[in-house]
């Protein structure tokens, strides 16, 4: 739909990538991917959700936190540059499906269902996997916790991403936070953030992006402006 409302032709292929709240960074290395190996130029990357639409408005536990948003990034190839995407790396750990998940969907109750979600269970989770991604990707880089400028979490939870700064000794002033803006909008979260201060970022900036969603999915990114 989005490839037809833009005019494009079928020589761009167009597809979904579908990892919960970790959508974006999982279509970032996807679209990164055919970008490196010479199979595309330009790429558009757009997260999106439509959470009202799953969600049980008696369950006060999960309603309050989601919303519906939809942001989008094009990335463009180019040439003896250091710039861009540095590294991207996205994991998924299936035993923990249960923890937050919809109960249904077309395959299986032919119905949507509702979100479900073990809150503690998904906090503690998303705590651990946020830090060891964050640890994992400073690791492969040679850099340390002072070479990074902007941190992008997904904005799933305030109090995640305090723990996550408390936890990493992070300084609060380098977190982007705009959940109080949109909620929790799952893909869309980052994108939405990165729009929030794209004019204010500068260059030479080293920008970590990080992500955890239902499945368990997570991922992070480093991108050098």
Same mark, same amino acid.
């Given at each position: 739909?989005?490839?037809k409302?833009?005019?494009?032709?079928?020589?761009?292929?167009?597809?979904?990538?579908?990892?919960a709240?970790? &959508?974006?960074?999982y279509?970032?290395?996807?679209?990164?991917s055919?970008?490196?190996? &010479?199979?595309?130029?330009?790429?558009?990357?757009?997260g999106?959700?439509?959470?009202?639409?799953?969600?049980?408005?008696n369950d006060?536990?999960?309603?309050?936190?989601?919303?519906?948003?939809a942001?989008a990034?094009?990335?463009?190839?180019?040439?003896?540059?250091?710039? &861009?995407?540095?590294?991207?790396?996205?994991?998924?750990?299936?035993?923990?499906?249960?923890?937050?998940?919809t109960? &249904?969907?077309?395959?299986?109750t032919?119905?949507s269902?509702?979100?479900?979600?073990?809150?503690?269970?998904?906090?503690k989770?998303?705590?651990?996997?946020?830090?060891?991604?964050?640890r994992?990707?400073?690791?492969?880089?040679?850099?340390?916790?002072?070479?990074?400028?902007?941190?992008v979490?997904?904005?799933?939870n305030?109090?995640?991403?305090?723990?996550?700064?408390?936890?990493?000794?992070?300084?609060?002033?380098?977190? *982007? *936070?705009?959940?109080?803006?949109?909620?929790?909008?799952?893909?869309?979260?980052?994108p939405?953030?990165?729009?929030?201060?794209?004019?204010?970022?500068?260059?030479?900036?080293?920008?970590?992006?990080?992500?955890?969603?239902?499945?368990?999915?997570?991922?992070?990114?480093?991108?050098r402006?």
């Amino acid at each position: 739909m989005v490839q037809k409302n833009l005019n494009i032709t079928s020589e761009c292929p167009a597809f979904d990538v579908s990892a919960a709240c970790s &959508g974006f960074i999982y279509a970032l290395d996807v679209a990164d991917s055919f970008i490196k190996t &010479g199979r595309a130029k330009h790429a558009l990357v757009i997260g999106a959700d439509s959470f009202s639409k799953i969600l049980d408005w008696n369950d006060r536990a999960s309603c309050v936190l989601f919303g519906d948003g939809a942001g989008a990034v094009v990335l463009k190839a180019e040439e003896n540059t250091d710039k &861009g995407i540095q590294y991207c790396k996205i994991y998924s750990d299936g035993s923990y499906t249960d923890f937050l998940m919809t109960s &249904g969907g077309v395959a299986t109750t032919q119905a949507s269902g509702v979100v479900t979600m073990k809150g503690r269970e998904v906090f503690k989770f998303a705590v651990e996997k946020f830090c060891d991604s964050f640890r994992e990707l400073l690791k492969q880089n040679n850099l340390t916790i002072d070479d990074i400028d902007l941190v992008v979490p997904h904005q799933a939870n305030v109090r995640i991403i305090n723990k996550l700064i408390d936890v990493l000794k992070i300084d609060s002033q380098k977190v *982007v *936070v705009t959940i109080d803006k949109h909620s929790n909008t799952s893909a869309a979260t980052i994108p939405l953030a990165l729009n929030e201060i794209k004019d204010t970022i500068g260059t030479n900036k080293n920008i970590v992006l990080l992500s955890m969603g239902a499945g368990f999915t997570w991922g992070a990114a480093l991108i050098r402006m």
